[in-house]
């Protein structure tokens, strides 16, 4: 890492994204407490989660905020909140919003970093890559911002696990993958992917681990309190039914919605893993045809990058999630940098039009009627599909080259 930051310090462009980003969050920040808005309303969820583990109460099923904040992650995760109930509320949620900031910022770095470093895939120009990543990022993230949610937290551990099976520390990304999964259970479909890479052991640590991280509060709540909060877990995570009504910018609930209800059929639990077998055998071809080729770090980027981005078009989750296409983008934009100028006008294009729904999807800027149809009319997952053909499609085409 020390060589990383050095990077950044020898950048005048990283110091002033850093810079720039900095001073605009902070100035969201003291807007949204000027303004009186519930800002990293989440993270009040997390906090008094804690706050009544410690007390040996029940916080599964109960508002935690006054209004739909219900904790949703395992027993244990509550202790990883911990350490913020020992400073006063006020001051705790601050520290969490830029640390929320910090690890945004410092993470798109990295990955373009991690791509030129290890890759020597270098950017014909750092700022407009920084700029376009974003701009096609700003309004997952804003939400993320506001709300106090994980998401960013969890992208960065899932890729950190990807990077630690590439230096062959398998048990360590396998600890790690068993924590995030407690955090996020349905996130096992990543698993689907280290299977096809033939990394068994990997996936059977991780669920060891996972396992491990279920009983083990064992140690402070005894056993039957454990198993009571166990118990509440999965009654309110795995109810209601995330996978079918509630899903409109899944590929399913997109067939669902735009192709079935007109005819005036439903799906069902069979369409759901349809899709599912599906996406896992386009990977599996993918890999393949990645084998063809000398294998690389830079291939295997772009397959975990694939995987990542397709998460939220393969379960229910909020328009936030949609941030999971992170390092797709700067996969995208870093390779557009490289082809002809006329190729990249007609690539622009297309870009912008997935822009639309994408990004400009805030009922401030097309009103609440676009907004519901770009975000429950799934627009908005079909926009994050286009991005994951657009990366793979470009990878074939320009992105090739540093994979032999």
């Known amino acids: 890492m020390r060589l990383f930051f050095k990077w950044i310090y020898q950048s005048p462009i990283a110091m002033r994204y850093i810079m720039i980003s900095s001073l605009l969050c902070m100035g969201y920040f003291i807007l949204q407490k000027m303004h009186h808005r519930s800002g990293v309303a989440n993270f009040e969820v997390y906090y008094k989660a804690s706050e009544m583990l410690m007390d040996g109460q029940d916080f599964y099923g109960v508002s935690l905020d006054g209004g739909e904040g219900y904790y949703k992650y395992a027993p244990i995760c509550t202790v990883a909140f911990i350490p913020f109930t020992f400073i006063p509320y006020g001051f705790a949620d601050a520290v969490y919003y830029f640390l929320v900031l910090a690890s945004f910022i410092v993470f798109t770095l990295f990955i373009i970093y991690w791509l030129e470093i290890t890759l020597g895939v270098i950017p014909k120009s750092l700022g407009w890559l920084i700029l376009l990543v974003n701009l096609f990022l700003v309004d997952h993230f804003e939400r993320e911002l506001h709300l106090g949610n994980l998401n960013v937290f969890l992208h960065i551990g899932f890729f950190s696990v990807f990077v630690l099976l590439q230096k062959g520390r398998n048990v360590t990304a396998s600890i790690l993958n068993g924590v995030l999964l407690l955090f996020q259970p349905w996130y096992a479909l990543i698993s689907i992917y280290f299977l096809i890479k033939g990394k068994i052991k990997h996936v059977l640590l991780s669920i060891l681990f996972f396992a491990v991280g279920l009983i083990l509060p064992i ?43 007109p005819m005036g059929f439903h799906s069902s639990w069979s369409l759901v893993i349809s899709f599912q077998v599906l996406v896992a055998l386009a990977i599996f071809v993918i890999d393949r045809w990645n084998k063809r080729f000398n294998r690389s770090p830079w291939s295997e980027f772009f397959e975990i990058s694939v995987v990542l981005a397709l998460i939220p078009n393969l379960i229910h989750t909020d328009t936030e999630h949609f941030m999971w296409s992170w390092p797709l983008l700067v996969m995208i934009f870093l390779l557009l940098q490289q082809i002809t100028t006329s190729a990249r006008i007609w ?27 770009f975000d429950e009319g799934g627009f908005l997952g079909f926009a994050n599909f286009l991005i994951v053909i657009t990366g793979i499609v470009l990878f074939y085409m320009v992105g090739k080259k540093y994979a032999t």
């Open 347 to 373: 690539w622009s294009i297309l870009m912008t039009l997935i822009f639309i729904p994408f990004v400009v999807n805030s009922p401030d800027i097309v009103g609440r009627k676009w907004m519901l149809i």
């Open 219 to 261: 140690v402070f709540l005894g056993v039957e309190k454990n198993t009571e909060l166990l118990q509440a877990w999965m009654d309110f995570y795995f109810h209601p039914n995330y996978l079918l009504a509630d899903s409109p910018n899944t590929l399913y609930g997109i067939y669902n919605m735009w192709v079935l209800s």
